[in-house]
């Protein structure tokens, strides 16, 4: 009974002292909130320094330091800030160079028979980008062209800088490739192959040929440095061969090794570096 009326004495000397039950403190807004900026939580924004190692300028450290120079233009007024955010579709300049924000990719294809070199085919036919289409979200192009029926190494980038390297006569871009004949080649006809042979289009030189070894004299292989549309097949059909089969086994210092037939692998950094010096 004691303990009852202590209680109520101390209720009531609460209620004297105004005190009442408890709730949770919310502040009212202030009216002064922070706008949004570029640096909020957009998933469309990424960092400045970012988007300039994608562009391959260089590393995300290195880029900050260009920033903080004032080298870094976004829709044409300078950013030093660090940790600035930028939309893929702003225009970054670094020293008035516009930059591509997509990060550079580069896959290689052992392309199988029965797959034409084109992005996509008005008659249905089956295309090299239907092997590569899980290698990236980014858009890559094939860089150059194989036949239908030739096999071997395809590359792929959205490098345009590199494919046109790649692709344009003036740099000679080596390549060899396996070649399955009709009958065996005679030793004359791959002499008048190495001293150049005079096509339609004008004289092709190649750089070697010669039986495959361990082949029969069915089986040669070529190396060329020409970009010219089916030169290969255009060889040995002016010397009356047929082509039966055509394997790319080398383009530009890559090779198929470790690469089965029909799948396709990233380029290494120290690949890319050495397309990179190709001149």
């Known amino acids: 009974m004691a303990k009852s009326d202590n209680e109520r004495n101390r209720k009531s000397n609460d209620r004297s002292r105004g005190a009442g039950p408890r ?14 900026t570029r640096r909020s939580g957009n998933s469309n924004l990424i ?10 300028i260089c590393s995300r450290r290195e880029a900050d330091t260009l920033i903080a120079a004032g080298n870094v233009t976004v829709n044409g007024k300078v950013i030093i800030e660090m940790g600035y955010k930028v939309k893929k579709t702003d225009d970054v300049r670094f020293d008035g160079r516009k930059l591509n924000p997509e ?4 896959v290689l294809l052992n392309k199988p028979k029965n797959f034409i070199t084109t992005t996509s085919d008005e008659k249905g036919r089956r295309t090299v980008m239907e092997l590569v289409s899980s290698a990236s979200n980014n858009r890559l192009y094939p860089v150059g062209r194989l036949d239908r029926n030739t096999t071997g190494l395809l590359l792929f980038t959205n490098d345009g800088d590199l494919a046109k390297k790649l692709t344009h006569p003036r740099h000679g871009v080596r390549k060899i490739y396996h070649v399955h004949l009709d009958k065996n080649v005679s030793i004359g006809d791959l002499r008048k192959i190495r001293e150049g042979l005079e096509l339609d289009d004008g004289k092709i030189e190649v750089h070697a040929v010669d039986y495959v070894q361990g082949g029969t004299k069915k089986e040669v292989g070529i190396e060329i440095h020409s970009g010219r549309n089916r030169i290969v097949r255009r060889i040995f059909e002016h010397l009356e061969y047929q082509v039966v089969r055509l394997d790319r086994v080398v383009f530009a210092g890559l090779t198929k090794k470790d690469l089965p037939r029909g799948h396709w692998r990233f380029l290494t950094p120290q690949e890319v570096i050495n397309l990179g010096m190709i001149s």
């Open 23 to 36: 709730k949770s403190f919310s502040p009212k807004p202030s009216g002064k909130q922070n706008s949004p």
């Open 47 to 56: 960092r400045l320094n970012r988007y300039i190692a994608n562009a391959g």
């Open 103 to 106: 990060k550079k990719e580069y």
